[in-house]
């Protein structure tokens, strides 16, 4: 299945914009992210794909057709936040979701208790949610997404919220063996959207301003401010540019063009290092869109 949100727009008090004119088309068994920064517009979006928001302008299409009430039933939905005052134990709250979905309690025990295993989370099953860390409350939500039967959509909102480095390795690889599944993820933890999707869009002020493929050839090239960039971004193998606070940073196609742009670098008097960066394109591209960092084509 694939969604195609078409020239979507939303305001709120008639006032404030959170969406202009949105369109995506989010593919058939892919996993795809959705960045920006906060207040982007990033979660009105999942929430109008999911129908949580009716008044809105444009359309959302699912292969090619309006959403109707049978095919919103494949959508599972991760959504960001915690529940700090929900006085109710764990599985008794697992278990009213599995029978909304009416799956049968011997099902949706094996559902709960295999994933809990994975998440280090059996012995938390039987205490009340509020009694629990936020990151153990993250651990219900995501079980709450496997309990629908007929889920061919997912979208996960800030899933990863309130986890550790481990548990957040953990919980992706789960969601990874979900990839014949349309897959839409929101994350501010770039190294888990570099890691899971082949594509994101970027969000920013309530606009689609870019969207780029995970290419695991892009290799950054990290040298000291001083470097003048004017002559690099133009050479063959480069990709773009960028200046930050602390050094250039300059994006190639792939390795075997580090050699001939190490030896520009080399030759400038102003040199004083070159060296190879840890590759991470979301992370790039997402601070090319601040304030402090501007990305040159």
């Known amino acids: 299945m694939y969604i195609k949100v078409e020239n979507v727009s939303k305001t709120y008090d008639k006032t404030i914009k959170a969406l202009k004119s949105v369109n995506i088309e989010f593919k058939r068994n892919k996993i795809t992210g959705l ?3 906060n207040g982007s517009g990033k979660t009105t979006t999942f929430n109008i794909i999911a129908n949580f928001i009716e008044d809105y302008q444009g359309r959302i299409l699912l292969d090619g057709k309006p959403f109707n009430n049978e095919t919103r039933k494949k959508i599972s939905y991760l959504s960001a936040g915690a529940e700090p005052k929900n006085p109710m134990k764990v599985k008794k709250h697992l278990y009213q979701i599995a029978s ?3 799956v049968p309690k011997r099902k949706a025990k ?3 208790e295999k994933l809990s295993k994975e998440m280090e989370f059996l012995q938390f099953l039987n205490m009340p949610i509020k009694n629990l860390s936020k990151g153990n409350q993250q651990k219900i939500k995501v079980i709450t997404t496997f ?4 889920m061919e959509i997912l979208l996960l909102d800030e899933p990863f919220d309130g986890l550790d480095p481990i548990m957040v390795n953990k919980i992706s690889n789960i969601f990874l063996r979900l990839k014949e599944k349309t897959i839409i993820i929101t994350s501010h933890r770039m190294n ?3 890691k899971m999707c082949e594509e994101f869009y970027i969000l920013k002020d309530g606009i689609i301003i870019d969207k ?3 290419d695991n050839n892009i290799i950054t090239i990290a040298t000291n401010l001083e470097i003048p960039l004017e002559k690099i971004k133009n050479m063959d193998g480069v990709l773009l540019t960028k200046k930050s606070k602390k050094e250039n940073l300059i994006e190639i196609k792939n ?3 580090f050699k001939k742009i190490n030896k ?3 030759k400038n008097p102003n040199y004083k290092y070159s060296t190879i960066k840890e590759k991470n394109i979301a992370e790039s591209v997402f601070e090319g869109y601040g304030e402090e960092n501007v990305w040159q084509n």
Request: proline share 4%.
């Open 147 to 150: 309990l629908n039967p007929k």
């Open 192 to 194: 888990v959207i570099q």
């Open 255 to 257: 390795i075997s063009y």
């Open 100 to 102: 909304l979905y009416k």
């Open 110 to 112: 094996e559902i709960i």
């Open 264 to 266: 520009i670098l080399i």
């Open 212 to 214: 780029k493929k995970i």
């Open 35 to 37: 960045i920006g920064f």
